[in-house]
């Protein structure tokens, strides 16, 4: 269910978006400049919305400080993943400074199911930790590409609440531990991107991307039973990313800007053939989240065995990508194309494995994908669209080492996989000089599942008899500069 919302979340981004241009009764002909009407963009608002998101919680486990033991010692360290949806309502106040700038302040309240299953307590123990809620206070200053279309960027202060979890037997799923982690709030800070459109007076439909970081803290073990301190502890450093779309309506208190001063700045341009063969570059941050399975080796033994608890590994990181494609402009508002494109990938995490007694560095190398995408014509410089299709991934292979002493070499390793897949994405672009484009896109990619055996490096490669099921989902936000050979009228 997260993987479809995840889809889901993608897709709405944009088609608020477009749904909103249709609402704005764009009729033929379609590009004519407007007349001299203004939008007022100062004013309170209120919304709700939905989305989704997927944290990385870096995780270093040490002896308790809290129980007078020095917190240097390292017995482990990994990188937890989760994914879920999220409901929000915000409230907010934008001032128009000028026709074509806003900005502006607000507040927001995430309630939140981003959960994951998290290893800990030496990895002897496992269990589901959740994001319960978030919240976050700040600013942003936006452009109006129109007068209906704001795009802006955004940051400020935040805070999370991760629920508390009681520890299962790594080795004896549904077995208590008996060691209990507590819930904890995080502070933290965040910054976002995003794109607003007045779908009617008051009315604002808006899709945004969130990134949040919210420092670390050492959480104390406790023993369930009597909640006394158990002397070791786990210092956690959660990060979240976040795709949402919202509806606002704004309690418009200011007049409107004069239409003297818009003229100029809104003035629409001769329709722009969008039909052409392209290629583009840019790059971007992504996360990935690896769903792990531990059981016997279908190689050796049947795989039904169930020989460990699930554990859900993270990892992010920069990519850069190169993209080739064609669109064709097929009605005045309408292009659909096809593409290609390569990220080159440095998304990376701490990987807990091998019947949680090793743990390594995962990596993304690369990715590529293809699909098509479908985009509709706001105005004659800026296309909103959704994309999908086919994708690839490629994740290094891990060479273990004791989770018991960092830096000793358990001689297990999994090898290097490539995995197939799906995505779904959303973004707008937008012609900033005849043939040149500029654009952003949010990208949610599901690569399925694949059974790896833990090898033994000290013979080998030998098959050790036991196996893990992995499953990687990434998510991505990627800007790209474009140029567009044309061919179309």
Not at 6 to 24: D, E, K, P, Q
Not at 57 to 82: K, M, N, R, Y
Not at 328 to 355: C, E, I, K, M, N
């Amino acid at each position: 269910m997260q993987r479809i919302f995840a889809g889901a979340a993608g897709v709405v981004f944009a088609v608020t978006i477009t749904g909103a241009a249709t609402a704005a009764d764009l009729s033929a002909p379609i590009f004519k400049a407007p007349p001299l009407q203004t939008y007022n963009w100062s004013g309170f608002y209120a919304g709700l919305g939905l989305g989704y998101g997927a944290y990385n919680l870096s995780g270093t486990q040490i002896d308790d400080p809290a129980a007078g033991v020095p917190p240097a010692f390292i017995f482990a360290e990994g990188t937890s993943g989760g994914a879920g949806w999220l409901a929000t309502a915000q409230v907010g106040f934008d001032y128009q400074i000028a026709p074509a700038w806003v900005v502006g302040a607000f507040a927001n309240w995430d309630w939140t199911d981003i959960s994951g299953t998290h290893v800990g307590m030496l990895t002897v123990g496992t269990g589901n930790l959740t994001q319960k809620w978030a919240w976050a206070a700040g600013g942003r200053i936006g452009y109006l590409a129109t007068p209906q279309l704001l795009t802006y960027v955004t940051g400020g202060y935040t805070q999370a609440h991760f629920g508390g979890l009681d520890y299962d037997v790594a080795f004896a799923p549904g077995t208590p531990l008996g060691v209990s982690l507590p819930s904890q709030t995080y502070d933290g800070w965040f910054v976002g991107a995003g794109v607003e459109y007045m779908i009617a007076p008051g009315w604002f439909a808006k899709g945004e991307y969130r990134y949040a970081d919210y420092g670390s803290r050492i959480l104390s073990n406790v023993d369930t039973a009597t909640g006394a301190l158990i002397g070791t502890a786990e210092r956690l450093h959660p990060i979240v990313q976040s795709v949402r779309a919202g509806l606002s309506y704004k309690f418009n208190w200011g007049g409107g800007v004069p239409a003297a001063a818009s003229a100029p700045i809104f003035a629409s341009p001769a329709p722009a053939g969008w039909s052409g063969i392209y290629a583009g570059l840019g790059g971007g941050y992504g996360s990935f989240n690896v769903d792990g399975v531990q059981v016997t080796d279908p190689a050796v033994a049947p795989p039904s065995v169930f020989v460990n608890d699930q554990l859900t590994s993270g990892g992010s990181g920069a990519f850069a990508t190169a993209q080739i494609g064609v669109d064709y402009q097929f009605a005045p508002t309408w292009v659909a194309g096809v593409f290609a494109d390569w990220d080159w990938t440095d998304l990376d995490g701490r990987h807990v494995g091998f019947v949680n007694t090793g743990f390594g560095n995962l990596q993304q190398r690369w990715a590529w994908a293809a699909g098509g995408r479908l985009g509709y014509l706001v105005t004659p410089r800026v296309l909103t669209y959704v994309s999908g299709g086919y994708t690839q991934t490629r994740f290094s292979g891990v060479d273990y080492e004791s989770t018991f002493a960092p830096g000793v070499p358990l001689d297990i390793a999994v090898r290097a996989q490539t995995y197939n897949g799906w995505f779904v994405g959303a973004g707008v672009e937008y012609m900033i000089a005849p043939g040149w484009f500029a654009k952003a896109e949010y990208r949610y990619a599901d690569y399925g599942s694949k059974i790896v055996s833990d090898i033994d490096t000290g013979f080998g490669g030998a098959l050790t008899g036991l196996a893990e099921r992995l499953r990687p989902s990434t998510q991505t936000i990627r800007t790209e500069l474009v140029y567009k050979f044309n061919w179309g009228g």
